[in-house]
């Protein structure tokens, strides 16, 4: 079992920026591909980024390539999602999860892909 645990949300106006963490225990944190999802009031949540194992490798969704930096520390068991030139469409609650499969390069997009999610931050974003 892993166990991850989101903070760093808030409000923010428009232009800003946050930093998210999502810090895990449990099993060991470094066989683990992470991602970000997020999910808007009223949308399905949405891949927003993700980090390989080794931190060697990052994919971003379309809408916030450019904006948004996710990175790790495997000696803090920790990830990170650093939104910069926040807009009110950032606005969701974001999660954190854990992959343990190979396929999760191709098919990162998917929920089934991670075995483990947090309980997520809220992100406001004012206009």
């Known amino acids: 079992q892993v166990q991850l645990v989101e903070s760093g949300g808030g409000l923010v106006q428009a232009g800003g920026s946050l930093r998210l963490s999502c810090v895990a225990s449990g099993r060991t944190f470094s066989v683990y591909a992470m991602g970000w999802f997020r999910q808007a009031p009223g949308k399905e949540r949405e891949f927003v980024a993700l980090i390989t194992v080794r931190g060697g490798s990052t994919y971003y969704a379309d809408s916030v390539k450019g904006r948004f930096t996710i990175s790790r520390d495997n000696a803090k068991n920790t990830v990170y999602l650093q939104m910069n030139s926040l807009k009110p469409e950032d606005t969701a609650v974001y999660y954190c999860?854990?992959?343990?499969?190979?396929?999760?390069?191709?098919?990162?997009?998917?929920?089934?892909?991670?075995?483990?999610w947090g309980q997520g931050t809220q992100v406001t974003v004012s206009s």
């Open positions: 999860a854990a992959s343990s499969g190979v396929g999760v390069l191709s098919s990162r997009g998917s929920e089934s892909s991670y075995n483990y």
